[in-house]
């Protein structure tokens, strides 16, 4: 893991930025694995900005979301097809029907993951994974358990990522089911950039990096990717060996 600690969130999302769209440029077919919630914010902002400076197009490129919440209405704000659509995809030029969602509402949730993943394959597998943490070390919404996760599926969300998640939600109505990537199907991506700021992630980013690797904290998986980057700011780096 390449560990690279910056001074706050605006540069890591301006860091995580520029290795995107250098990667863009690189391969402009590039196949995108996208993550939601606070952490990639700036990350898109920064890449939004690239592209309306002109220096990188995404038109020929593809992108599959790691997750979804089930039984949200498409078009309800939280949902994570509505959020890409409002920090990313509606300002830059990747073509609407080049990105991937799993379909939260899909009455057959197994026949729905498994096109999902058909997909991704069809593609030719996720070039750049962007990843943010939870509090609880999960990755997508792979939660603790006792075994790491292989395809995408349907999952109960935990209490630890409920509580976090709920501020977006009004009074009690956060879904408690999400489909995500496997934590099979992320280890599959040839690079993976993981972002995570803030204390309250400090714990989880310690386990992920010095921990055992154990499905107790998904993110250990992490550990046995050989192409991981990871961007942190000194609070969530806080709980890290100092060498
Ligand atoms: C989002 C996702 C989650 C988040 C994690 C951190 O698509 O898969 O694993 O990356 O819950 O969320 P934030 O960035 O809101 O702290």
Do not use: W
């Amino acid at each position: 893991m390449n560990v690279t600690i910056l001074p706050d969130a605006a540069a890591i999302g301006r860091a995580a930025g520029d290795l995107i769209c250098a990667a863009a440029q690189q391969n402009p077919a590039i196949v995108l694995g996208l993550a939601t919630g606070a952490s990639p914010l700036p990350c898109y902002a920064r890449i939004i900005q690239r592209h309306q400076a002109g220096e990188v197009s995404f038109a020929g490129a593809r992108s599959f979301n790691l997750d979804e919440y089930c039984g949200l209405p498409e078009s309800d704000p939280n949902s994570y097809r509505s959020f890409m659509r409002k920090e990313l995809f509606s300002q830059i030029d990747i073509l609407p029907e080049n990105t991937h969602f799993l379909d939260g509402n899909a009455p057959d949730e197994a026949a729905e993951c498994a096109r999902f993943t058909a997909a991704m394959q069809a593609a030719g597998g996720i070039d750049l994974q962007l990843l943010g943490i939870g509090r609880n070390g999960h990755i997508g919404f792979n939660e603790p358990g006792d075994a790491f996760t292989g395809e995408a599926y349907k999952t109960r969300l935990s209490e630890s990522t409920i509580a976090a998640n709920s501020v977006y939600f009004s009074q009690d109505d956060m879904p408690r089911y999400a489909m995500t990537m496997g934590v099979g199907s992320i280890l599959r991506a040839r690079e993976i950039l993981l972002i995570a700021t803030g204390e309250a992630k400090a714990e989880a980013v310690r386990s992920m990096i010095e921990g055992e690797l154990s499905p107790a904290c998904p993110a250990t998986a992490l550990q046995q990717h050989e192409h991981v980057t990871i961007f942190l700011d000194e609070a969530a780096a806080s709980l890290l060996k100092k060498d």
